[in-house]
């Protein structure tokens, strides 16, 4: 058998030419140590250059017994007797017999997997499918696990400050797993937002032919009080409402069985009605639409309803897709490219997508040593129109989208006008153009995507914004419908928690126009760097068309209105958002894409001067190992760029 050692964690020679180099701003000037560090154009030293674990495994195109081994990695314990105790071992946990020992691969099957989260709740069932379908390819399959953390359970807690670490502990198990046991392939099964792009960035790290199978959304929920469907983002822009004394039953407010408090009681009740994600085009949808359109995903992974019968057929699909994928040499690496990424930005901006996306789009790409940065984001935004009534600032769901074709169609639609690269390869071995030719067209009728010709923005709703409050960039949600600039007086609160208090107790005024800045919830400063999606949905709920908020922390998908986050530089390093005050005049605008406090830079440096960092809120812990690894916003807040 021919074995080769790989080079960099990779058993094959990249197919381009050059190998990609890493760098802090992937292409671009930037801050975060991986430029002018003796680099030129961005690149970094050798040293620098990312190292992975060899993994000695046979090379693409060996043949033993008359056929092409697919056991690449795994044969390595596997062959002769060099690992007797490891085959005893694998004995032990199922492999049948001789033959399945020495000839079949073993494919990794990776659910995110936990009970208390409807995301999550339903994914060992699904890997069960998948597990079967392998077998019946003649391949052996091995269930294991992950954690997920709840970002709805979760929101405007301290727990929220394991979100997005969460990532990293997604992408951490599985690269040990599939790596530590020699795994020939792997599929992941994710469900929540971190869930997406953590399997994607594990999948980049071991470069093993991957696919992904995305847990689906969520059944609408439906209100009978105030007679109209719902969801999640629901219930906490209703609590907006409550505490300002705006909910109100659809009729009969006020009687019996119909107060303010039993509307927030059928929301809560009625709003999740079962298995899947949040319906809506929040982070879970959003990235999982926009992988599909990387091709990383089977067509109409991304929209497939978590309970679906369409779910199910596409996990036993999902088996012969992975064995094309050994056979034919696809990895991970050979997807995630430049094109690839164009087409995940384009999604993300028809369909009105979360944040979050740039964050996780970033790091994905950081791993994968794909070039891309905050201008990136910009460009793509400025050429792409936001065509979908999605929530949550429309009035659909994934759900609908679904039953009109759901992403394919989309796919189809941007494929056709030109806005999307249909020539890129996909975990199919097909093209994506290929993959979406027997769907059908956007019905004629349907109202959810809008046509070209009449968009609801005519460029892109994310917007990278820089100025004296963000020199390192920071990312805005403004889909138009709150209009393109906005001018406050600065209100500022030092930790979310502060936040939430003066809106439960009713102290942000609706007269004078605030911009409400919450600092010290960066990656490193929260640490964790949570969601303000509490608070963001009690201002909606509440009515108070006159804020805008700002924060080096971050939205939830669900988030919506006048909002920027991502501040960088955060606050706990020093950023100039550490030192803004009360009264402050801040302009917020999407027509020069800036962000700027009425303070001279003699005035910010004299502030600064005087700052002194505040102390952590935590020293031990995975919290505390977080806030010291991470890197920040505007390089996806990755873990692994030392």
Request: net charge neutral.
């Amino acid at each position: 058998m021919a074995i080769s050692n790989e080079p960099k964690g990779i058993s094959e020679p990249r197919r381009t030419s050059e190998p990609r180099r890493a760098n802090g701003t992937n292409g671009t000037n930037g801050t975060n140590g991986y430029n002018g560090v003796n680099g030129v154009n961005g690149n970094v030293p050798k040293q620098l250059e990312p190292r992975y674990l060899n993994f000695p495994a046979l090379k693409h195109g060996t043949i033993v017994d008359g056929k092409q081994a697919l056991n690449r990695w795994s044969s390595t314990l596997t062959r002769e007797h060099d690992f007797p105790g490891a085959q005893a071992m694998l004995y032990a946990a199922g492999v049948p017999n001789r033959a399945a020992m020495k000839n079949h691969p073993q494919v990794g099957i990776s659910t995110v997997w936990w009970e208390g989260n409807p995301c999550n709740m339903h994914l060992l069932n699904l890997g069960k499918i998948v597990k079967d379908a392998v077998q019946k390819q003649e391949m052996i399959g091995w269930q294991f696990n992950t954690i997920g953390v709840s970002d709805g359970i979760t929101q405007g807690g301290d727990g929220m400050r394991f979100s997005l670490q969460s990532r990293e502990i997604i992408a951490d198990s599985i690269e040990t797993v599939t790596c530590a046991q020699h795994h020939d392939a792997n599929i992941s099964i994710p469900g929540c937002d971190k869930n997406m792009p953590g399997v994607i960035i594990a999948a980049a790290r071991h470069n093993r032919p991957f696919l992904m199978i995305y847990g689906g959304t969520m059944k609408k929920g439906f209100s009978r009080l105030l007679n109209k469907d719902i969801n999640i983002s629901t219930c906490y822009e209703a609590a907006g409402a409550y505490n300002y004394g705006r909910l109100k039953a659809a009729e009969g407010a006020g009687e019996i069985g119909r107060t303010p408090s039993d509307v927030m009681e059928d929301l809560e009740q009625h709003a999740c009605p079962g298995a899947g994600a949040c319906g809506g085009m929040y982070t879970a949808n959003t990235m999982s639409t926009a992988i599909e359109a990387m091709g990383l995903c089977l067509p109409g992974s991304s929209s497939n309803p978590a309970e679906s019968p369409a779910k199910m057929r596409e996990c036993t699909k999902a088996a012969e897709a992975i064995k094309i994928c050994m056979e034919k040499n696809i990895r991970p690496r050979d997807l995630l490219t430049r094109e690839s990424f164009e087409n995940a930005l384009v999604m993300t901006m028809v369909l009105g997508g979360s944040t979050n996306s740039v964050l996780h789009l970033l790091a994905m790409a950081g791993t994968a040593e794909v070039p891309l940065s905050l201008d990136d984001i910009q460009r793509v935004s400025d050429k792409v129109p936001f065509l979908a009534d999605l929530a949550p600032s429309g009035k659909y769901f994934m759900e609908d989208l679904y039953n009109i074709g759901g992403t394919p169609s989309v796919l189809k639609l941007l494929v056709a006008a030109g806005f999307m690269n249909g020539n890129i390869l996909t975990v199919t071995g097909k093209t994506l153009a290929e993959n979406i030719a027997p769907f059908p067209s956007l019905p004629q009728d349907q109202v959810i995507i809008r046509p070209l010709s009449n968009p609801i923005k005519a460029t892109g709703h994310l917007q990278i914004l820089r100025g004296n409050l963000a020199p390192g960039g920071a990312v805005a949600k403004i889909t138009g419908k709150e209009g393109l600039v906005f001018t406050g007086k600065a209100r500022v609160f030092n930790k979310e928690c502060e936040l939430d208090a003066a809106l439960s107790m009713g102290r942000i005024p609706h007269e004078e126009k605030l911009v409400l800045v919450v600092r010290y919830e960066g990656p490193k400063g929260g640490p964790g760097m949570p969601e303000q999606f509490k608070q963001n949905a009690t201002i909606m709920g509440a009515g108070l068309k006159n804020v805008a908020l700002v924060t080096d922390g971050r939205y939830s998908g669900a988030s919506h209105g006048f909002i920027v986050g991502h501040i960088v530089p955060e606050a706990v390093v020093g950023g100039p958002i550490a030192v803004v005050q009360d009264g402050d005049i801040i302009t917020i605008s999407a027509e020069t894409n800036t962000i700027s406090m009425d303070v001279s830079d003699e005035e910010i440096a004299s502030r600064l001067k005087a700052w002194k960092p505040p102390k952590s809120m935590v020293n031990r812990g995975v919290l505390a190992k977080y806030a010291k690894l991470v890197g920040d916003a505007s390089h996806g807040a990755m873990t692994d760029l030392f």
